[in-house]
Nanobody, 116 residues
């Protein structure tokens, strides 16, 4: 059974950096795309960044120039490097990985808290 596990969240001061990781394990998974979403308290979940084969990337306007999504094919690991963090970046970050059959797998989420 395919599982997605996120890690790397935490508490950081404004201006700091964090790197989130999202790893797929178990089952058979042929990568097609991956996305990071976040959900702040009282707000809807929003798309932060995505990456699709071969190497197309897309970012929310609010994170362009600060966040970078990347992928290591071995282990189907996707990263989100977050620099210049702001209090508005606070939320639970969720990883979605989609396989070539367009089946979506979600992680449990990792908390990112940016203090001013």
């Amino acid at each position: 059974q395919v599982q997605v596990v996120e890690s790397g969240g935490g508490l950081v001061l404004a201006g700091g950096s964090l790197r989130l990781s999202c790893e797929v394990s178990g089952g058979t998974f042929n990568f097609w795309s991956a996305s990071w979403y976040r959900q702040a308290p009282g707000k809807e979940r929003e798309l932060v960044a995505s990456i699709q084969l071969p190497r197309f990337t897309k970012y929310a306007d609010s994170v362009k120039g600060r966040f970078t999504i990347s992928r290591v094919s071995a282990g189907n690991t996707v990263y989100l490097q977050m620099n210049g963090l702001k209090p508005d970046d606070t939320g639970v970050y969720y990883c979605n990985q989609r396989d070539t059959n367009w089946i979506d797998y979600w992680g449990q989420g990792t908390q990112v808290t940016v203090s001013s």
